[in-house]
Nanobody, 129 residues
Framework: QVQLVQSGGGLVQAGGSLRLSCAAS????????MGWFRQAPGKEREFVAC????????YYADSVKGRFTISRDNVKTTVYLQMNSLKPEDTALYYC??????????????????????WGQGTQVTVSS
């Protein structure tokens, strides 16, 4: 059983910054990617960013490229999402998740929620205009 505990989030004005954290504990697979997804009211869940176990490979949704940065600390088993230049359209409930890294997996694999097997509780990010 893997537990993911999220922190961070809140209310910020457009153009501001926030940092989300997600700490994993319990029985994790030896190597796992960590990702962030978000879901706005009335919309489907969408991929935001992912970082592979090595920490050197990352993937981003086009909508957040250049503004969001994902990073991880494998000693603390924590993943971070630094969000800069926030826009009102970034308002959503943000979820972190873990995904085992199957051999030969590519970026597209990590951009779908079905590739993830453990999810955090969600944290609200609200950006006011």
């Amino acid at each position: 059983q893997v537990q993911l505990v999220q922190s961070g989030g809140g209310l910020v004005q457009a153009g501001g910054s926030l940092r989300l954290s997600c700490a994993a504990s319990g029985r994790t697979s030896s190597r796992y990617a960590m990702g962030w997804f978000r879901q706005a009211p009335g919309k489907e869940r969408e991929f935001v960013a992912c970082i592979r176990w090595s920490g050197s490979i990352t993937y981003y949704a086009d909508s957040v490229k250049g503004r969001f940065t994902i990073s991880r600390d494998n000693v603390k088993t924590t993943v971070y999402l630094q969000m800069n230049s926030l826009k009102p359209e970034d308002t959503a409930l943000y979820y972190c998740a873990t995904s085992p890294e199957p051999p030969y997996s590519s970026g597209s694999y990590y951009q779908t929620g079905q590739s993830y097997d453990n999810w955090g509780q969600g944290t609200q990010v609200t950006v006011s205009s």
